[in-house]
């Protein structure tokens, strides 16, 4: 296995951002910064074409935090200051940003507990020395050999994506530094059959390097196979079914319909139903729902977060009862709680929120098999296509891309594209019946907060038995 090295920038301005922080710790009651320092690569083969360039996701700068009377500010840099000046710098930016900061806005006292840290992921292959001809010649194998396949099938692509993520937190109290490594990719293709053209996908993800390249190459033969499938599927009867949900729509069902929910923010704001809900029934008492970057390994997870608290693992459902939130520094302060360390940023200079993580309904003790068998007419449920939050009404807005008809326990061979799936989330969370002792994450997306600040996030669990109604 290969260790991913720290950031060599961020080592070597660690003891000028260490000066700065000890130089401004007298003059404000609290000083901390953020050092990010993330590179990637994107590779990709599709018509006629291979592309290799930079990640959409790379960037390098610094946030400064303070407070002073109960006022809280940040200010980003992308650059440091030559010579011994960035303490003045950063003071003269933190003052007159003090000085034109809404007096109203008061927090109880930023924390910043004694802590020392340091966390470095592994992947089997370096994903940033492999050689690009090499990567891209194994996309295009999965991209030819797709296409190989039929002659209905009429567009293929493959894509791969890596990361390497650094950072760097300092506070006079606090010194955490993080590096690893993430990676996603998808085999996508198009088939046609007269005026009919359906669209499909496969994701790949997880903590690894390049290894995630020779991933794709395999998966041909059964994503063709679901991509001609398409071609013959039909159109549900809308109506109330009973639905076995495949782990990437249980996971997305816990992300969009339920996740956003409990993003403390919202509490602040007002804008969730969650915090009426809080020590009372939301699910059936067999489901368990937990969030955190400590709470699995997958794309969400980290050391610490963007405010600098370590990474936790947080049951936000036990039993069936809504138990917590999950919450950055800030929401924490205002409700009085403990902060979860979901505190991040879609980049250093912009505001940090309360958001997801590695988010999933942990595994049961049901077998899938007993699942199928148990359904009289419904529907098995996979692969999603879009999902949207709705964390003050609780609807639940889902599309899947694939319906599986069941009959009498067994799949009849019957399929449907798309499904829209719709209902009030505790009432489809408190219809759950069983749920599979499988369980999968899924990292290939990521997730914003309405229209924006998009972060890294997982999301997934196992085979979930519910009532939904579906159209």
Not at 154 to 181: G, H, T
Not at 367 to 379: E, I, N, P, R
Request: proline letters at 5%; one cysteine or more; aromatic letters at 8%.
């Amino acid at each position: 296995m290969h260790t991913c090295p720290p950031s060599a920038f961020l080592r070597h301005v660690a003891p000028l951002l260490e000066a700065t922080v000890t130089s401004l710790k007298a003059r404000y009651d609290y000083i901390s910064v953020l050092g990010t320092d993330s590179i990637g690569m994107n590779y990709s083969a599709s018509a006629g074409e291979l592309r290799a360039g930079d990640s959409s996701w790379i960037e390098r700068g610094f946030v400064f935090r303070a407070q002073k009377s109960g006022v809280i500010v940040e200010r980003a840099f992308n650059g440091l200051p030559p010579g011994d000046s960035l303490a003045d710098t950063v003071a003269d930016a933190l003052d007159a940003l003090f000085s034109t900061a809404n007096a109203a806005t008061h927090y109880p006292a930023l924390p910043d507990e004694k802590a020392r840290a340091e966390y470095f992921g592994t992947a089997k292959i370096e994903p940033f020395s492999a050689d690009p001809d090499l990567m891209l010649a194994k996309l295009a194998a999965a991209r030819d050999a797709l296409l190989a396949v039929s002659p209905e099938i009429v567009y293929a692509a493959a894509r791969a994506e890596f990361m390497q993520v650094a950072k760097l937190f300092i506070s006079p109290e606090r010194r955490l530094e993080q590096s690893f490594y993430w990676a996603q990719g998808y085999l996508v293709g198009v088939a046609k059959r007269g005026e009919l053209t359906r669209e499909d996908y496969q994701s790949f993800s997880g903590l690894k390097g390049a290894e995630l390249a020779d991933e794709v190459l395999p998966a041909v033969p059964a994503f063709a196979n679901e991509l001609l499938e398409l071609l013959d599927a039909g159109s549900i009867e809308p109506g109330e079914y009973e639905v076995i949900m495949d782990p990437d729509v249980t996971g997305t069902l816990a992300h969009e319909a339920f996740g956003h929910g409990v993003e403390t923010d919202m509490f602040v704001k007002g804008r969730a139903k969650a915090p009426a809900y809080l020590g009372k029934p939301v699910a059936s008492p067999i489901v368990q729902m937990f969030d955190g970057a400590a709470a699995a390994a997958h794309c969400g997870s980290y050391l610490f977060d963007d405010e600098g608290r370590l990474a936790t693992a947080t049951q936000i459902i036990k039993d069936g009862i809504l138990l917590a939130g999950i919450s950055d520094l800030q929401s924490a302060l205002i409700l009085g709680s403990a902060p979860t360390g979901n505190g991040r940023r879609q980049a250093y200079d912009h505001k940090a929120y309360a958001r997801m993580t590695n988010t999933y309904i942990a595994s049961g003790s049901d077998s899938y098999t007993d699942m199928l068998a148990s359904v009289k007419h419904g529907w098995l449920l996979q692969k999603m296509n879009s999902g949207m939050e709705d964390p003050k009404n609780w609807g639940i807005q889902l599309v899947v891309l694939l319906g599986r008809e069941i009959v009498d326990g067994a799949l009849s061979g019957r399929v449907v594209s798309p499904v829209v799936c719709s209902g009030y989330v505790p009432e489809v969370l408190s219809n759950i019946s069983m749920i599979s002792k499988d369980f999968e994450l899924s990292g290939s997306g990521y997730c914003g907060k309405g229209y924006k600040e998009y972060v890294k996030v997982s999301a997934g669990g196992p085979y979930v038995k519910t009532r939904m109604r579906l159209g």
